[in-house]
């Protein structure tokens, strides 16, 4: 299977305190990296989920639920190894919620499939 080399895939920052979709996968891809950022001086939760056949986005798809993230400061989840890490099938979302409004931004870079090898 061939990959295109890493990008940024999104960087949404949810006005709001929902869980909101922040990528859809067109063709496989692997999520190699989500950085968080609090940009407010207060410290902010954050939750992350994958849904790799539709858009649920609760306890059933969560993969960090309410993880506090400092004030004015940033966590960075990434891939142990090539391979190691969130594999989003074709049609599968990534779903990010911050519990403070307007608090958090959240960049996700990853590797898509070569179009040209599906």
Do not use: W
């Amino acid at each position: 299977m061939n990959f295109a080399s890493g990008s940024q895939l999104a960087q949404p920052r949810p006005s709001g305190t929902t869980a909101v979709s922040a990528f859809t996968a067109t063709l496989l891809t692997e999520i190699t990296r989500v950085v968080v950022c609090n940009t407010t001086g207060t410290a902010a939760a954050m939750s992350i989920y994958h849904d790799d056949n539709g858009s649920t986005f609760d306890a059933t798809s969560a993969l960090y639920e309410a993880k506090s993230v400092p004030a004015n400061d940033t966590i960075e989840i990434k891939a142990e190894s090539i391979g190691g890490g969130f594999m989003v099938s074709a049609g599968g979302q990534i779903g990010v919620k911050t519990g403070t409004a307007s608090a958090l931004t959240f960049t996700l870079y990853g590797i898509t499939q070569d179009a040209s090898h599906v």
